[in-house]
């Protein structure tokens, strides 16, 4: 079984930077995909960056593309969120996703291991 917990998460204002960490414990999946998901209460779960296997890979959705920077340490692991020039609108329960296949996917559903999620709150 593989666990996920992540940290980092609080409020913040408008411009700032935040880092989420994720870490990874029980079963080694450093040949799996990872992903950060946000969901906001009424709709549903958002991937918003992921990363394959290696690290070689990643995507971010266009609403964080520039701000926002994913990375992982297979050693360590760890899996980290960089969030740079935070909007309101980024405000969400932020979650890390873990896969058995090597390749990122793009739905919630694709994922098999989920961590507790944690908030981000965003003020003007």
């Known amino acids: 079984q593989v666990q996920l917990a992540e940290s980092g998460g609080g409020l913040v204002q408008a411009g700032d930077s935040l880092r989420l960490s994720c870490a990874v414990s029980?079963?080694?999946?450093?040949?799996?995909?990872m992903a950060w998901f946000r969901q906001v209460p009424g709709k549903e779960r958002e991937l918003i960056a992921a990363i394959n296997w290696s690290g070689s890979s990643t995507f971010f959705a266009d609403s964080v593309k520039g701000r926002f920077t994913i990375s992982r340490d297979n050693v360590k692991k760890t899996l980290l969120l960089q969030m740079n020039s935070l909007k309101p609108e980024d405000t969400a329960v932020y979650y890390c996703?873990?896969?058995?296949?090597?390749?990122?996917?793009?739905?919630?559903?694709?994922?098999?291991?989920w961590g507790q999620g944690t908030q981000v709150t965003v003020s003007p």
């Open positions: 996703a873990a896969r058995s296949g090597v390749s990122y996917q793009f739905m919630a559903r694709d994922y098999d291991y």
């Open positions: 029980g079963r080694t999946i450093s040949n799996g995909a």
